[in-house]
């Protein structure tokens, strides 16, 4: 009788220490996945605060902003750039819809110097804009080109500021196929595959605080074919961290001519 109940009882202490180490086990492996999850959500956050942290980005949209101040300072242009993904998508959906079924043929591949440069006076960035290709060969694309469209390339050179961080994005750099009536943000996710095959390196954000010169090719799909097209570079107003000390935006415009 009590090697019975010393055997039941070594059942049941073995069955709880089973437990005890499983559930053990179970909370260790839970508790990195939770640090996990909050340390990227950390990471991300501290992106964001690293574009930025005025009044204006804080009430915006998960978006990165293009230009952000350093801890001193913000160009605030969130609110702009939230706009990059739901124009993006409202340009590059159904490939080339809206776009005239008439339009002209998507012509030879070529390319074509610019030679355009301007500095950014309060952040201090130089922005050299060297060449297009007009006519993209693209795939992707065929149904925009087939429909009256074009795929076109631009070369960008950047030597970013020192006076603040954050960053300078593609979504800076805006087309229109209408004399500057209306702009869109460019596509290049859409074609970055074809591009790299070509040669045509696509550009990359720019952290200010990384310095250096980084240059690349942004691509866009105008829906109607054009001669020439307007390209705006935008970089909106902000405030200097800490002060009332306004950073007025910046603007400017230049054309990319016919092949």
């Not at 009882?9 to 089973?18: G, Q």
């Not at 990165?64 to 101040?69: E, K, R, T, V």
Request: hydrophobic fraction near 30%; include cysteine.
């Amino acid at each position: 009788m009590k090697r019975a109940n010393r055997a039941a009882f070594t059942a049941a202490a073995l069955l709880s220490c089973t437990l005890t180490f499983s559930g053990c086990s179970l909370i260790s492996q839970a508790l990195p996945q939770q640090d996990g999850t909050a340390g990227e959500q950390a990471e991300a956050d501290g992106q964001d605060q690293g574009t930025g942290s005025t009044e204006s980005e804080q009430a915006g949209s998960d978006e990165p902003a293009s230009d952000s101040g350093a801890s001193s300072a913000d160009e605030g242009s969130a609110a702009s750039e939230a706009g990059t993904t739901s124009d993006e998508d409202a340009s590059g959906t159904d490939d080339g819809a809206g776009g005239s079924e008439e339009g002209q043929s998507s012509g030879s591949q070529a390319e074509v110097s610019i030679g355009e440069s301007f500095e950014d006076p309060e952040m201090q960035d130089k922005i050299e804009v060297l060449s297009a290709v007009r006519n993209f060969d693209s795939s992707k694309k065929a149904t925009s080109i087939e429909l009256g469209g074009e795929v076109v390339l631009l070369e960008v050179k950047i030597t970013p500021g020192q006076k603040y961080s954050g960053l300078i994005q593609s979504g800076a750099f805006k087309i229109s196929d209408d004399g500057g009536a209306d702009y869109r943000y460019d596509q290049t996710s859409g074609v970055e595959a074809e591009m790299k095959a070509a040669g045509y390196d696509p550009f990359e954000d720019v952290a200010r605080r990384d310095g250096g010169t980084h240059q690349g090719w942004i691509a866009y799909v105008p829906d109607e074919k054009q001669d020439t097209y307007k390209i705006r570079y935008e970089r909106g107003a902000g405030k200097v961290m800490g002060t009332d000390e306004k950073v007025p935006e910046f603007t400017t415009t230049f054309d990319i001519p016919s092949a």
